[in-house]
C-alpha cells in the first residue's frame, strides 16, 4: 500500500513563496513518476507539474511555467514543488500523486494517469 502525504501550504502574499513537500511510502518510490495537482473551490482538478521516474522528463502547466519548479530525492521518498512569484489564482488545494505505471519515460500530465494521491494541502495566496 502506498501512503502520500503533503505538507507545507499556508497563506502568502502575493509574490511569495512556499515549498510543499510530499513524503511517499511502500517501496519502488524511484521507479515510478511524480505529479502535483491543484483544485480550487468550484473547480475540476488541474496539472500543475510532474516529473518522470528517471528525473530526465518534466512537465508543467502554462500557467506554472517559469514560477513553479518540481523536484525529487528518490533517497527520501519525496517530491517537492518549489513554488515561486505567488498569484492569487494559484489559491488551491494541492495534491500529490504516483503515476499509475512505473518506468514510464516521459512526465504525464492527465489525472486519469495517476492512481496513489495524498490528501492535499491547501495554498491560499491572499492580493
Known amino acids: 500500500q502506498v501512503q502520500l502525504v503533503e505538507s507545507g501550504g499556508g497563506l502568502v502574499q502575493a509574490g511569495g513563496s512556499l515549498r510543499l513537500s510530499c513524503a511517499a511510502s511502500g517501496r519502488s518510490f524511484a521507479r515510478y513518476g511524480m505529479g502535483w495537482f491543484r483544485q480550487a473551490p468550484g473547480k475540476e482538478r488541474e496539472f500543475v507539474a510532474a516529473?518522470?521516474?528517471?528525473?530526465?522528463?518534466?512537465n508543467y502547466a502554462d500557467s506554472v511555467k517559469g514560477r513553479f519548479t518540481i523536484s525529487r530525492d528518490n533517497a527520501k521518498n519525496t517530491v517537492y514543488l518549489q513554488m515561486n512569484s505567488l498569484k492569487p489564482e494559484d489559491t488551491a488545494v494541492y495534491f500529490c500523486a504516483r503515476d499509475k505505471s512505473p518506468n514510464t519515460w516521459y512526465a504525464r500530465d492527465r489525472t486519469s494517469d495517476y492512481d496513489y494521491w495524498g490528501q492535499g494541502t491547501q495554498v491560499t495566496v491572499s492580493s
Open positions: 516529473m518522470s521516474y528517471s528525473l530526465l522528463s518534466t
